[in-house]
């Protein structure tokens, strides 16, 4: 805007100075404006900056707890599966054990089977002996006599069969009563040798003594599973075998089974 | 216009520059200052002013507001204000002295004070 020509230079002055104070605040009003106008933009930028960084730390914060909630449950079941390979470890254990005893239990059943078996088959070739008359039965067998009553008479006492039991109290295996009536009739060739017990002479019984093709009255008959049994020939009701077996002390027809070899004992 | 009206007229039109000078030179050496310790803050104690993870952030705002310290001293007319400031010392050497009025420095008067008559 022009100043009025008709104002004289004098009276301009204030109007002036007036429109130069109004430039001026004008001017600062300008420079404060745009100097502010970065520093509000960079704090208004920072602000938003520090609201977003802010709210992904508080995600950050809550996926670290939802992390933490994991890792426990986690471990937990880590635990749990430990517990439980334990758990199964020990089952798997038992089953073992479970499935060895069902395998004894079946080796014993098999076994049992197989005595069984043997026991019908011995069953049939029994020879029963009249007991009353046992001195009778003796008289049969001259020289032999002894030998018969003595076993007759341990039969009496129901000596036990006991895989290499050594004594009538604790029992006898078929060949260790051999031995042990060889003994107590002290037979010779069976003499026994230093620190040899009875039941590991009775093993030797069948190289010790002296081999025959026909047996007599008292010599040993060998048969297979390791019978060691006495011969009698009787000449009224057919030749018999005495010895211990599984049931005991039993007379058996001689040919209940193929003879593995005869042995002589000469006795005294 | 007498000389004692000239010199009145410069004297109160300097003036009032001086302060949207002061102004803004003030405003300049703020602006720096700020701009400077948030950037020197951001690397002595990181997370006194924002968090660590903004230390960036913090240093460039810094930096910003100490270059925006250059805004007022661009819009500042410092060299008008030295030429009006030379005007007024030369007509109160010449009010002093008692010499004869300068022809030459009525005529850049009147040269300035034309152009805030126009507007």
Redesign the interface.
Do not use: C, D, N, W
């Given at each position: 805007m022009k100043v009025s020509s008709s104002l004289t230079p004098g009276d301009q002055l204030p109007v002036l100075l007036e429109r130069i104070e109004r430039r001026e605040k004008s001017a600062r009003i300008r420079s404060v404006s745009y100097s502010l106008l970065p520093v509000a933009l960079t704090v208004v930028l920072l602000g938003y900056t520090a609201s977003s960084v802010r709210n992904a730390q508080k995600q950050v914060d809550a996926l670290k707890a939802e992390a933490s909630t994991y890792t426990t449950q986690i471990d937990t079941l880590t635990k749990n599966a430990a517990t439980y390979k334990s758990q199964a470890q020990s089952l798997h254990g038992d089953s073992e054990n479970y499935k060895n005893q069902v395998t004894d239990l079946q080796a014993q059943l098999a076994e049992a089977q197989k005595t069984l078996s043997e026991a019908v088959n011995l069953s049939r070739a029994v020879r029963t002996i009249d007991y009353v008359n046992a001195k009778e039965l003796a008289s049969r067998f001259p020289g032999s006599e002894s030998l018969l009553l003595d076993i007759l008479e341990l039969r009496q006492r129901r000596i036990k069969w006991k895989l290499g039991g050594q004594s009538p109290q604790e029992g006898f295996d078929s060949p260790s009563f051999a031995m042990y009536i060889l003994r107590q009739k002290r037979a010779p060739g069976i003499e026994p040798r230093p620190g040899e017990s009875l039941s590991e002479a009775s093993r030797s019984l069948y190289d010790r003594l002296p081999p025959i093709n026909q047996p007599q009255t008292g010599d040993l008959v060998f048969y297979p599973a390791g019978y060691a049994m006495f011969y009698f020939a009787d000449p009224r009701e057919g030749s018999f075998v005495l010895g211990m077996t599984p049931f005991g002390l039993t007379a058996l027809k001689s040919d209940f089974a193929k003879p593995v070899g005869y042995r002589q004992v000469q006795w005294r | 216009?007498d000389m004692p009206?000239k010199i009145?007229?410069l004297e109160?039109?300097v003036a009032?520059?001086q302060?949207?000078l002061r102004?803004?030179t003030a405003?300049?050496a703020m602006?720096f200052a700020?701009g400077l310790t948030v950037v020197v803050l951001g690397f002595v104690h990181p997370g006194l002013i924002?968090?660590e993870?903004?230390k960036t952030?913090?240093t460039l705002?810094g930096t910003?507001?100490a270059?925006?310290?250059f805004?007022?001293i661009f819009?500042?007319?410092r060299d008008k204000l030295v030429a009006l400031r030379s005007l007024l010392r030369s007509y109160q050497h010449q009010q002093v002295g008692g010499l004869s009025p300068d022809v030459k420095l009525d005529q850049y008067f009147h040269q300035y004070?034309a152009r805030?008559?126009?507007?």
């Open positions: - | 216009m009206a009145e007229f109160s039109a009032s520059q302060i949207t102004l803004q405003l300049a602006l700020l924002l968090a993870t903004l952030g913090q705002g910003l507001v270059v925006s310290g805004i007022p819009f500042s007319r004070f805030v008559s126009e507007g």
